[in-house]
C-alpha cells in the first residue's frame, strides 16, 4: 500500500523510507499539500483498505495524543445507543421517553416529551427548542441540564425536521445509563473503546454527575480512524462484532437533512455523495472530522483548531472541497 508522509508520527525506518514514498504516491502528497495550507487543519490519518496512505502532523498536538473531538462526540453516542439496541436494553429506535426512563422527565414537561423516541433524539428531531448555538451558554449553566433540555418550549413536532441541539444528545446519554445502569463513560469505554483498543478518558459531566452526551470526548487520531473503519467493517473490529450489521445499515440511511450544511443525516451521521461515492461524516466544531466512504475502502481523520469555527461558508466547507476535490478522486486512482 503506497504511503506517504511529510512529518512522520511513524518511528524508525518508516520514517527514514518517506521521501521514496512521497515519489510513489504522488496524489497522496497533493492531499498532504492542500491540507497542510489550511491554516486551521492540525493533522490528518487516512486509511486505505485498512492501511495508512496518509499521516501528516501539520501544527498542533502529535498524532498519539487525545484531542478535543467536540461534536464528533454525537457521533460515538449514537454508537453507544446502536450497542444498547444491539443487547436489547432498547428495544428498538421507535421506543418513548416515557417507556425508557420516565424518571428524566420533570415535573410539568409538556405531555409530548413522553412521547420523544430514541429516534427522534439519535437524529436531533426532538422538537424542543435547541439547546446549542446561542443557547448553549444558558443551558450549560443550569442546575440539571436533562431537565432544562426537556422543559424547552416545542418548536416543531417530534420527528418532523433536524434542530440540531447537543441537549438531545444529552438527554439520550442519559436514557442509555438509565437501562444499562453505568454511566455513559464505563459504556464508552467497555462497548467501544475496549474492543477498539484505544482510549477515551473522562470528559465533561453535569450538576448531577452525568457525562456529557454529544460533547467534549476527547480522542486520538487512530481512535479515530479505528472507529470510522469499525463502521465502514459493518460494526466489525479485527475479531469482534463491537455493532451489529443492522445497526451500521440503519446509521447510514438518511432521516432528516441538516438546515445549514444541506447534508442528509441519519442515526449521528451526516451523510452525502460526492462522485456517485456515499460517504458518512461525523463533525465537530472548529473541523474535527471523521469520514468514512464504504465504496473506497477508505476512512478519513481530520483534526483542527477547537477554538475557531468552521462553517459550512467557511473552514468546513473548505475541508468538504479538500474531502470532493482531491482526497477521493486520488482514492478513486488508488483503487
Known amino acids: 500500500m503506497r504511503k506517504v508522509s511529510r512529518r512522520s508520527v511513524i518511528a524508525g525506518a518508516a520514517a527514514l523510507v518517506a521521501p521514496r514514498l512521497r515519489a510513489q504516491a504522488p496524489g497522496w502528497g497533493t492531499v498532504a499539500g492542500k491540507a497542510g495550507a489550511l491554516g486551521q487543519c492540525h493533522a490528518v490519518l487516512i486509511h486505505q483498505h485498512g492501511a495508512p496512505v496518509v499521516s501528516e502532523v501539520f501544527r498542533g498536538p502529535q498524532m498519539g495524543r487525545s484531542v478535543p473531538v467536540k461534536s464528533v462526540s454525537k457521533t460515538i453516542v449514537a454508537a453507544l445507543t446502536g450497542a ?10 421507535q421506543a418513548t421517553l416515557g417507556e425508557l426512563a420516565p424518571g428524566l422527565i420533570p415535573g410539568g414537561a409538556d405531555p409530548r416529551v413522553a412521547a420523544i423516541t430514541v429516534e427522534d433524539l439519535v437524529t436531533m428531531q426532538a422538537g424542543l427548542e435547541r439547546t446549542s448555538g446561542a443557547n448553549y451558554g444558558g443551558w450549560v449553566s443550569s442546575a440539571n441540564w436533562v431537565s432544562n433540555a426537556l422543559s424547552r418550549p416545542f418548536v416543531a413536532q417530534p420527528g418532523s425536521r433536524m434542530l440540531y441541539s447537543t441537549g438531545s444528545f444529552h438527554v439520550l446519554g442519559a436514557v442509555l445509563s438509565e437501562v444499562s445502569e453505568k454511566s455513559l463513560l464505563t459504556l464508552t469505554r467497555e462497548r467501544i473503546a475496549g474492543p477498539l ?8 459531566r453535569d450538576p448531577q454527575g452525568r457525562y456529557l452526551g454529544g460533547n467534549e470526548m476527547s480522542m486520538s487520531m487512530l481512535a479515530m480512524v479505528r472507529f470510522g473503519e469499525m463502521y465502514r467493517r459493518n460494526g466489525l473490529w479485527e475479531d469482534t462484532q463491537v ?27 451526516f451523510l452525502g455523495t ?11 466544531y472548529g473541523g474535527q472530522v471523521i469520514c468514512v466512504v464504504p465504496k473506497l475502502a477508505m476512512t478519513i481523520a481530520i483534526t483542527s483548531d477547537p477554538t475557531r469555527p468552521a462553517r459550512s461558508g467557511g473552514y468546513f466547507g473548505d475541508l468538504m472541497e479538500l474531502i470532493d476535490g482531491t482526497i477521493l478522486p486520488v482514492a478513486r486512482a488508488e483503487l
Request: proline letters at 11%; a neutral charge; aromatic letters at 14%.
Open 84 to 93: 444498547a439496541v444491539d443487547r436489547g436494553e432498547i428495544p428498538s429506535p
Open 197 to 204: 483498543g484505544i482510549d477515551i478518558p473522562a470528559w465533561t
Open 243 to 269: 455493532l451489529s450489521p443492522g445497526w451500521i445499515k440503519a446509521s447510514f440511511q438518511p432521516v432528516t437533512r441538516s438546515p445549514w450544511s444541506g447534508l442528509r443525516y441519519g442515526y449521528g451521521w
Open 274 to 284: 460526492s462522485g456517485g461515492d456515499d460517504y458518512a461524516l461525523a463533525r465537530g
